[in-house]
């Protein structure tokens, strides 16, 4: 049975680390601030916007939460932006996504000034991941690397294998895997072979979205496999995109959905709001 790696109790020593420095900038007259932007009725993004809302609370972290109408104008979704661009108490700034589709979602996210852009989906951010001098990584990634850390496990060397190419989770996991000296494939849904690209993995990251999608015999003997999935199984109960049952027995370690990539996704965001604080009061 494979060693678990629990995102729960990893994210709560980050968390314990992040309230410290909350607390300790409090003493110098610091507040630390994170806007929460969320448009529409979507059930999944007011839960994902509640546990952040909760995470600040726990944290010292003031949130301003901004609730906005599904029928909200791309005007005024940027008025609001630039007037928390211009807000010092507003350290970060995060829009929920998905959008309603009538927005332009990438006229939204480039419209948050870089610094204060905590998930780190400004192409400035974006660009500067990819030379490796970042100020803030994105939460999901960031979160990943983070647990590889924790848990003593070695990335130099490593073959590791990303399954999924998206902005937001595929292609930036690959570059940080990359920044720690790992050999990595991305594969995605042209990859030919996938079954025997992720079995030569000793890293097998997967993120595609496909509830159960990786089975036992896609996974070498051994291997650490970090399932980053948030799905529904035939009955409706939250999963990963591994199945973990089958999974767990031939694996080195895994992480489990829930309890596993979600809770550290959360604490990155922290960090990085707290960064953007830090940073914001050094100038
Ligand atoms: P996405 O934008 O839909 O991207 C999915 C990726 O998976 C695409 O690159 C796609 O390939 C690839 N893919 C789909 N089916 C495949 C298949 N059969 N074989 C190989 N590759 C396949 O999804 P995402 O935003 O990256 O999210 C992925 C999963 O992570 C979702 O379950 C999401 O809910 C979850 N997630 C969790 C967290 C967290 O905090 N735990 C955060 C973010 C996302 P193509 O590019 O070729 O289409």
């Given at each position: 049975m494979a060693k678990i790696i629990d995102g729960r109790e990893i994210s709560a020593a980050v968390k314990q680390q992040i309230k410290e420095d909350v607390v300790s900038l409090y003493k110098q007259g610091i507040e630390v601030g994170l806007a929460v932007i969320i448009v529409g009725d979507d059930p999944a993004s007011k839960v994902y916007v509640a546990n952040k809302e909760k995470a600040c609370e726990q944290l010292g972290i003031t949130s301003y939460k901004y609730a906005l109408p599904?029928?909200?104008?791309n005007e005024e979704l940027l008025s609001l932006i630039e007037k928390l661009n211009n807000d010092?108490?507003?350290?970060g700034i995060l829009c929920q996504l998905?959008?309603?589709?009538?927005?332009?979602e990438k006229l939204i996210i480039n419209s948050i000034v870089p610094e204060k852009d905590v998930d780190a989906f400004h192409p400035q951010n974006v660009g500067k991941i990819m030379i490796g001098d970042?100020?803030?990584?994105?939460?999901t990634p960031a979160g990943v690397i983070e647990m590889i850390k924790y848990s003593g496990?070695?990335?130099?060397g490593k073959k590791c294998v990303v399954v999924g190419r998206s902005n937001i989770v595929g292609k930036p996991m690959a570059m940080l895997l990359l920044h720690n000296n790992a050999t990595v494939t991305v594969c995605h849904?042209?990859?030919?072979?996938l079954k025997e690209e992720c079995a030569n993995a000793d890293i097998l990251v997967v993120a595609i979205g496909?509830?159960?999608?990786?089975?036992?015999?896609?996974v070498k003997e051994g291997a650490i496999v970090i399932d980053v999935g948030m799905d529904r199984d035939e009955n409706g109960k939250l999963c990963g995109d591994v199945d973990f049952d089958s999974v767990s027995q031939k694996a080195g370690a895994i992480t489990p959905v829930?309890?596993?990539?979600g809770p550290m996704t959360i604490a990155m965001l922290m960090k990085n709001t707290l960064t953007a604080a830090k940073k914001q009061n050094s100038k």
């Open positions: 599904a029928e909200t104008t010092k108490k507003v350290n998905p959008l309603p589709k009538h927005l332009d970042f100020d803030f990584l994105p939460c496990i070695e990335m130099s849904s042209r990859t030919v072979n496909k509830a159960k999608f990786v089975t036992a015999d896609m829930p309890g596993g990539v």
